[in-house]
T-cell receptor
Framework: KAGVTQTPRYLIKTRGQQVTLSCSPI?????VSWYQQTPGQGLQFLFE???????NKGNFPGRFSGRQFSNSRSEMNVSTLELGDSALYLC???????????????FGPGTRLTVT | DAKTTQPTSMDCAEGRAANLPCNHS???????VYWYRQIHSQGPQYIIH???NNETNEMASLIITEDRKSSTLILPHATLRDTAVYYC?????FGTGTRLQVFP
């Protein structure tokens, strides 16, 4: 079956602009999580969506937001971009079943965002 | 908040066992520990998970201490293709990772 896909793969934006990244999970997966990866901070958890609801949230400012659609596809938005937002943004999907304690994540290839 | 700590880097000779430790002292009693690895510029790849008992699959073995505050990922016969960053994960929080370099 198809893996997690992310679009676009590469993006260049200017400081102050906003950006929307897209993630299509593995078919049947209902949980989508987003991560930011930078050389200095490593892999940091942004948020998780399950059944169109944000279920978990990391420690990022409100400029970072997301949503999930009824088909489980998810988008992440970053407003008022800053130079420090330059990073690889990874999305991961899993079954996300409520109460399930075992739920490995499958990652997409990421979107590399460069803010100039 | 969930937090895991790992050594920054480790070396291992090809064919030898690589033992990668992780401290996860904040893990809850019913939370699994997951291990992933990331090969340069790719998304992380799931390796193994465990709760209390030691686990083994085709990729690796996982040893979890009785108090569940730490675990060790074991690659029994490391190959050059195992060179990667290995992450120990508590809930959705990734640790800083260990960069494993396997050398010939």
């Amino acid at each position: 079956k198809a893996g997690v896909t992310q679009t676009p793969r590469y993006l260049i934006k200017t400081r102050g602009q906003q950006v929307t990244l897209s993630c299509s999970p593995i078919s049947g997966h209902r949980s989508v999580s987003w991560y930011q990866q930078t050389p200095g901070q490593g892999l940091q958890f942004l948020f998780e969506y399950f059944s169109e609801t944000q279920r978990n949230k990391g420690n990022f400012p409100g400029r970072f937001s997301g949503r999930q659609f009824s088909n489980s596809r998810s988008e992440m938005n970053v407003s008022t971009l800053e130079l420090g937002d330059s990073a690889l943004y990874l999305c991961a999907s899993s079954w996300g079943l409520a109460g399930a304690l075992v739920d490995e994540q499958y990652f997409g290839p990421g979107t590399r965002l460069t803010v100039t | 908040d969930a937090k895991t700590t790992q050594p920054t880097s480790m070396d291992c000779a090809e064919g030898r066992a690589a033992n990668l430790p992780c401290n996860h002292s904040t893990i809850s009693g019913n939370e699994y520990v997951y291990w992933y690895r990331q090969i340069h510029s790719q998304g992380p790849q799931y390796i193994i998970h465990g709760l209390k008992n030691n686990e083994t699959n085709e990729m690796a073995s996982l040893i979890i201490t009785e108090d569940r505050k730490s675990s060790t990922l074991i690659l029994p016969h490391a190959t050059l293709r195992d060179t990667a960053v290995y992450y120990c994960v508590d809930k959705l929080i990734f640790g800083t990772g260990t960069r494993l370099q396997v050398f010939p």
